[in-house]
């Protein structure tokens, strides 16, 4: 979770940004949430912001335009886990889900078991590795023994609540069975006390002046680049075609820190650069070093081989993971680790190789990169790589 900050500090653009790189915005006592963002409060008067979509919209508007959204790891046992959770913390089905109550972490894994009719060791295994990414991702929150659900649940729209009872009045109980091992860090109580407060109007300012009609399409335009895998044709959305509509676009980016990102008849978005340079929200240094390592096995020499072009970030040309041990002096579980935060970050992408045993590539996020941005990890890139060369010379000398 991120540190709690007083929001005086936090404008509103940079608060957008920490939300969406960190997860929820924690906030102090009885402090208000940033305009355009959720606040859910504890019993303490503390809570969380969330940013809230335009319109009440959410990703699932992508299905409707066929445009794949952002791949989760083991999407489906990360579904079912988390629809195990919800059969365990959602005890009052008359209330809404959030915050429920708190279930132990052997609760929830029988009732996974319980609804996929399997108990090996691998299931198990597929099933804690997805407490730990639904933790991560502020979905649960698990530690002590317990799971409780998280802050994003809180984010459900209020008209899917009769669906997700139906959802939880079929699915099976946990059996008897305890699974009795902790699986994540120890993580702070959280009383059951709880309000959601969601704004009103959001984005109507910008919005308002718009038909019906071409207030939908910015909206979906707006959760594709925000949401969608890759960049997306402007061929299908018409709010990326039109510049009047583009520039509507553009200012409910801008106002969560956001910029749209152009390609070849394709946009995505990005964060602003100079809201990005404060969000202070860096992968740690391990992370750093695994991934300036597979940059430079899977783009800068392929690129200094001429069979990768200048300007791409994409790369068909695998790290294996045999090559990070034997460039690195970390222990295997950091190393993994490493690996694990940087694919829930869409920082790197693991991918397969034929017969051989494949590797990584970076991800999906390196679309997203503003042109600014690109420089700057080019420059970097050389650095690293080549630290000695008249290149690496002529960037430090450009820097001073």
């Not at 008209?159 to 009045?169: G, K, M, N, P």
């Not at 829930?344 to 997203?368: C, N, S």
């Not at 420089?375 to 010379?393: F, V």
Request: charged fraction near 25%; aromatic fraction near 4%; hydrophobic fraction near 45%.
């Amino acid at each position: 979770m991120s540190e709690v900050r007083p929001a005086s500090e936090v404008t509103t653009e940079l608060a957008h940004v920490r939300a969406r790189a960190a997860g929820p915005l924690a906030l102090e006592a009885d402090a208000p949430a940033p305009r355009g963002m959720i606040r859910l409060a504890r019993g303490d008067g503390s809570g969380f912001a969330l940013p809230a979509w335009p319109d009440g919209a959410t990703p699932a508007v992508l299905e409707e335009y066929q445009v794949a959204p952002v791949q989760v790891e083991r999407s489906g046992e990360t579904r079912r886990v988390l629809a195990a959770a919800l059969k365990c913390c959602w005890s009052d089905l008359t209330a809404d889900p959030w915050p429920g109550a708190p279930a132990p972490v052997d609760d929830v894994l029988a009732a996974y078991r319980a609804l996929i009719g399997r108990g090996d060791d691998l299931m198990r295994n597929w099933a804690v590795g997805a407490l730990r990414r639904l933790h991560d991702s502020a979905w649960l929150v698990v530690g002590d023994g317990l799971v409780r659900l998280g802050p994003r649940c809180a984010s459900w729209p209020a008209e899917s609540h009769a669906q997700l009872r139906e959802l939880v009045r079929r699915l099976p109980a946990p059996g008897a069975e305890a699974a009795g091992l902790d699986v994540l860090p120890t993580a702070g109580a959280a009383g059951t006390a709880a309000s959601v407060t969601v704004p009103e109007a959001v984005d109507d300012d910008v919005l308002g002046p718009l038909d019906e009609r071409r207030r939908a399409e910015v909206v979906a335009a707006f959760m594709a680049v925000e949401h969608a895998a890759e960049p997306v044709h402007e061929a299908r959305f018409p709010a990326l075609r039109d510049p009047a509509l583009r520039r509507v676009l553009a200012e409910l980016l801008q106002r969560r820190g956001r910029v749209l990102v152009p390609g070849r008849e394709v946009w995505t978005s990005g964060y602003a650069d100079d809201v990005a340079a404060e969000a202070g929200t860096a992968p740690g240094e391990a992370e750093r070093a695994v991934l300036t390592l597979v940059l430079i096995h899977s783009v800068a020499i392929p690129r200094a081989e001429g069979v990768l072009p200048a300007d791409s970030w994409s790369s068909p040309f695998p790290t294996q993971v045999e090559e990070l041990r034997r460039h690195t002096m970390m222990p295997i579980g950091e190393l993994e680790a490493a690996l694990r935060a940087l694919r829930h970050a869409g920082l790197l992408t693991q991918v397969k190789a034929g017969e051989e045993a494949g590797g990584y590539v970076p991800g999906p996020q390196f679309h997203r990169l503003t042109g600014r941005a690109r420089r700057r990890l080019q420059e970097e890139l050389i650095l690293a790589a080549g630290p000695n060369t008249p290149l690496a010379a002529a960037v430090r000398a450009k820097r001073r």
